[in-house]
C-alpha cells in the first residue's frame, strides 16, 4: 500500500463525541513532498481529522501512518501528545493563531527548537555551567531562527512581542516556528484566513518553497480557494464527516458533488444547476 | 529638547475648553455623601455599650457624623476638581520629562545600588542586631520569593502550599543534623534534594489541574505536610519541634567563644555579633544563588519552555515540549530552593516548630511574588523588602498595621495591577532587547 510516495495513509478513521460522529470512516493518502489540502463547508470535519493525525485527539477507530524517508512507518494513533511533534516530526499550526504572545518573535522559534537544545544543553546541566558545546548550539538555534525570520520577512521585528505584530506576520510566524520543529509532515490549520490578496499570494509562495526547497510534505485545511486552487497538488473534500471527492484541483472544482455540498444543494440540484448555466 | 516641545501643547489645558462642570461634581459629590451618610449612621452615629448591670446603653454622636459626612461630600469635590485639573492622563501631565529620564536611570540602577547596599549591611550596622536581624529575615524572604517565582512567575502554576518545601527543607536538616550529627554543609544540598523530591510528589498528581483546582490541591499540599509533622510525634518531635539544631559552621570552624572558634582562630575578640554577620552573609549567598541559577535557567531551554507553558499551553504540545516533564522540573526547582531557604531557617533559629510553617507563610511568599510582578527578579526583592520591612517599620503602629498594610496593597493593584515591575524581559534578542509589556505576557492558568 505504502510504496514510498506516501508520507501520511489515513485509513478508515473515524471519530465520535458521544452521539455524534465528527469523522466516519474517512481514507485518504497525502503524498511525500506534496501538498494536500483538505477541503469542505464548516462543521465538515477538518479540524477533528487534523486534531487526529496531531495527537489532540484519540481517533475511536482507524489507523493512521506516517512513513518517514527512510520507511520508518510510524502509527500516529499510538503516539499521544508531544511525541507526535517530537517523534513523529509532525508540526501544525493553529485555526486561532497560538503563538506565545509574550515572547519575541525569535523566542518563539527559540522554544520551537526546545528538543534539539534540551539535548544540546545536557538536560540544562551542561547549559547551566556554560559549557562550550552549549554555547555553540544556542548560537546555531538562534541562527537557524534568524533565517527562518528572513524569510518571512520579519528579521527586523525579530525583539518585538509576538503579540504586538500584524495579524499576517503572526500567521507566518506560527508557519515558521512550527517549520523550526523540523518537521518531515507540516499540518496548516487555515493559514491564509484573514490575510488580504497580497498576504496570501505571499503565502502560497512560503509554501511552496517549503515543499520543494525542504522538501517537507504539506496536509493543508484551507477555504480561501485561490490559494487551494493555485498551490494544491491534491484536493481532499469532505462532507459531513465523510470524504466525498477526491484528485487534483481542477477534477474537484469540476465535481458536482463538491458544488453541491458547497452550494447546500443536494446533487441533483447542483448538476441541473451546472447544465443550466453551461 | 524635542520631547518639552511635543508635550508642551497638550500640558495646559486651558480652563475655558474643558472647564469643570459644576452640576456633575455637586451631583457626585452628594451621591458620596448619601452612600457615607447610609453607611456610617449606624457606625458613628449611634454609640452603643453593655452597661454595669449587662443592660444596652447607647448614646447618638451626630456631631461625629456630620462631620464624616462634611469630609466625605467635600472630599469629593476636591477629588473631581484635581482630576479635571489634572487631565486624563492624570501623572503625565504633572509629572516633567526630565523626572521621567531620571527616573528610567534610576530603575536601571536600582538593582546594583540595592545589591550594593546590601554587601555593606552588616558594616554600617554591625551594632545594630535588630537591623540584621531585619535583614535576615528579609533576605529569607528575597530567597523565597524568587524559589516560587519559578513556579508561579515563569511556569504559572500557582502553587498556594510552598510552605511544604520550607518545612521539608527545615526538617530535613534538623533531623539529619540531630540525629546523625551530618554538618550544615552536607545537609544543605540533602534538604535542598528532599525538598525537591516532594516537589516532584506534589507535581505528579496536579499535573492535570489548572488554575483554581491546582491552587487547592497545593494548598491541602502544604497543610497535609503540616499535619503530619505534628502527628508523626517519633520522628519530628510533634507540636514540641525540635531544638537543639546545630549551628552553621564556617567549613567546620564553629562560630563560637571556645578556643576552637572563629575569633580565637583569627586571634581576635570573640562578639556574638559574628554569627549574625555570618548568618547574613550566608542567606545572602544562597539568595544570590538561586538568582543566579533562575537567570541562568530563562536563558536555557527549560526555562523558555517555562514561560512557553505558562503562555499557551496547547501550542507547547504541538511543538513537541514535554509538559509533564517541563511542569514537574518547575515544581523540583522552586522547591529545592524552598528546601535550601528552610535548612537556613532552621540553623538560624536552633529551634523548629510546626508553627513556623503555616499557611501564612505560603500567602505572604505568594503575596511577594505576585506584589513584585510576576517573573521579575527585581520586583520579587523590593516586594520582600517592602513587605516584611513595611511590616516592621509599622509596628509601632500595632492595630492599623493591618489596615496600612491593606490599603496598601489595594493601591498598589489599582496603579500597578501586574505588580511592581510587570513587563518582561526577553531571554534571548537580536539586536536590542526590549522590555515586553505586562498586557501581552500571559499570567498562566494552572
Redesign the interface.
Known sequence: MSDGKTILTVDHLAMRFGGIVAVNDLSFEAERRKITALIGPNGAGKTTVFNCITGFYKPSAGSMRLTHDDGRAIQLERLNDFRISKQAKVARTFQNIRLFPGMTALENLMVAQHNALMLASGLTFLGLIGAPSWRTAEKRAIEQSTQWLKRIGLLERADDAAGNLPYGDQRRLEIARAMCTEPALLCLDEPAAGLNVRESAALSELLRSIRTDHGVSILLIEHDMSVVMEISDHVVVMDHGVKIAEGSPQDVRDDPKVIAAYLGADEEEAIAVMESGT | MTAGGVTAPVSKPTPAARGPDAAFIFKKALISALVALVLFSLMIGIRTEAGPTGQLIYWTRFDDLAEMVAAVFFGSIAIELLRHWWGPVGTVRIVPPEVTSALALARRAIAPLLLVFTFLVPVIFYNQRYILDLGILVLTYVMLGWGLNVVVGLAGLLDLGYVAFYAVGAYSYALLATNFGLSFWVCLPLAGILAALWGVMLGFPVLRLRGDYLAIVTLAFGEIIRLVIINWQSLTGGPNGVSGIPRPTLFGIPLTSGDDGLAAKLGIEFSPTHRIVFLFYLILALALLTNW?TI??RR???G??W??LR??E??????????TTTKL?AFATGAMFGGFAGAFFATRQGFISPESFTFQESALVLAIVVLGGMGSQLGVALAALAMIGGFELFRGLEQYRMLVFGVAMVLLMIWRPRGLIGH?A?????????A??SD???EGHG
Do not use: F
Request: charged content about 25%; aromatic content about 2%; glycine content about 2%.
Open positions: 541559577v541562568r535557567l536555557l531551554p527549560i523558555r519552555a514561560e512557553a503562555e499557551d496547547v501550542a507547547c504540545r504541538a511543538l513537541g515540549i514535554n509538559i522540573t518582561r526577553p531571554t534571548v534578542y537580536l539586536e536590542h532587547s526590549q515586553i509589556s501581552l505576557v500571559k
